[in-house]
């Protein structure tokens, strides 16, 4: 699978790794399968996007995903999603996605973009 998490319910997080081509399915599934468990609700994400590629996908793809996410109860307002890019590329598809998700929703959870995962754990750890 292009997408891969695991869940760590001491830390109150699901961890997500991109290993491969990621297509707007990819991200529908994912959606459904992790983030409609009413057991993950409020929990943080730490989104490691290093390894995939998203060249397949659009804007309009990017903005269907911040659509459906915005209609997800299991996101909370005072949860986090730290999300780990690498190149260019990821870096404004990440840029368009947090643009896009604050405009479909007012009640979203934080969102914060990092180079490193040592930055984006360290961040996580500081909510308070």
């Known amino acids: 699978m292009a997408i891969n998490c695991t869940l760590d319910h001491n830390a109150r997080r699901v961890n997500t790794a991109c290993t491969e081509q990621v297509t707007l399915q990819d991200f529908f ?3 459904t399968d992790v983030w409609s468990n009413p057991a993950i609700t409020g929990y943080d994400e730490l989104f490691d996007a290093r390894f995939g590629d998203f060249s397949s996908m ?4 990017f903005l269907e ?3 459906r996410a915005a209609h997800l109860p299991t996101l909370t307002a005072d949860a986090r999603l730290a999300v780990v890019v690498t190149g260019d590329l990821q870096d ?3 840029k368009f996605y947090l643009s896009a998700k604050q405009t479909v929703s007012n009640n979203s959870r934080q969102i914060n973009i ?3 995962l040592q930055e984006a754990e360290t961040w ?3 909510k308070g």
Request: proline share 0%; glycine share 6%.
């Open 29 to 31: 599934r994912y959606q």
């Open 58 to 61: 659009s804007y309009g793809d």
């Open 65 to 67: 995903v911040a659509k």
């Open 92 to 94: 404004y598809l990440s």
């Open 114 to 116: 990092f180079k490193t």
């Open 124 to 126: 996580l750890s500081e």
